[in-house]
């Protein structure tokens, strides 16, 4: 016999962790993935100081090509098996394709794209088995191109594009699947993309919603049913107002906006 879990990856910060706090916190047993072992024991404590079981944390990096194997061998040996699979990993970098370190751009696609959809393959039987969901986490660039941050952005309309389709799929098996698509959250993703909200880009901090309320939305979303969630009006405005401007116009407001300094 099989305990049921749900596995959150990135967990060491940000959306993730308050993804494993609200998932704890609402009766779920957790399986804790990243690359930072020492904030995952942290975490892990912090959550079982809350009187709720102690999370599993596995420190992995789910960009290698055997990661997927070790965390399913993994989940094996302690007796668990993914109910719910949260895939929160993911980074960007900012700057123009031209430019930016191929391998690093390439790394993105790894983990953003290739290893979410291989962490979905291989444990929806047991997702479907047990009816329970799938919560990937893209972005508001999930809804337009992204001149500046390309292949991060072409990376998450394929997490939406993905989920969406998943979600009409496994919808008669009561299988959830939900996309959660957040504005900018201060988070460590901001540092490692290089990102800083000066010039043009203080323009997106009315659009930040705290990662807590973030999480939130994402799990209670889930739990509707509900297949693609954006917190915050102004992310929903944004979105809107991208899918109505002219890609004429779009293009470079989105290119000045996203410009190294």
């Known amino acids: 016999m099989t305990r049921p879990v749900a596995v959150v990856t990135g967990a060491s910060d940000g959306i993730g962790a308050e993804l494993a706090r609200i998932f704890a916190a609402k009766g779920h047993e957790l399986a804790l993935v990243a690359r930072r072992g020492e904030r995952l024991e942290a975490l892990a404590d912090d959550i079982a100081a809350t009187g709720a079981a102690r999370p599993l944390p596995i420190e992995l990096d789910l960009t290698e090509q055997s990661a997927v194997q070790r965390l399913e061998e993994r989940l094996a040996e302690e007796g668990v098996a ?30 953003n794209m290739r290893a979410l959809t291989a962490l979905t393959l291989r444990f929806l039987p047991a997702i479907v088995a047990a009816k329970g969901g799938v919560l990937n986490v893209a972005s508001v660039a999930a809804f337009m191109p ?14 939406r594009s993905f989920s969406e389709a998943l979600s009409q799929e496994l919808k008669p098996q009561g ?16 540092a490692r993309a290089g990102m800083h909200f000066e010039g043009l880009m203080a323009a997106m901090r009315p659009a930040m919603v705290p990662a807590a309320e973030v999480a939130r939305q994402g799990y209670e979303g889930l739990m509707a049913g509900r297949r693609v969630i954006v917190p915050g ?25 996203q410009k190294r300094r």
Do not use: H
């Open 82 to 111: 993914p109910q719910y699979l949260v895939n929160n990993a993911g980074f960007g970098l900012m700057g123009r394709a031209i430019e930016l370190d191929a391998a690093e751009q390439l790394a993105i696609v790894d983990l």
């Open 233 to 257: 009006w102004v992310n929903r405005a944004l979105i809107f107002g991208s899918a109505a401007t002219p890609r004429a116009l779009l293009l470079p407001m989105l290119a000045a906006a």
């Open 175 to 190: 299988v959830k699947v939900a996309c959660l698509c957040p504005g900018p959250v201060r988070t460590g993703f901001q």
């Open 146 to 159: 992204g001149p500046g941050f390309a292949v991060y952005y072409a990376s998450k309309a394929y997490v």
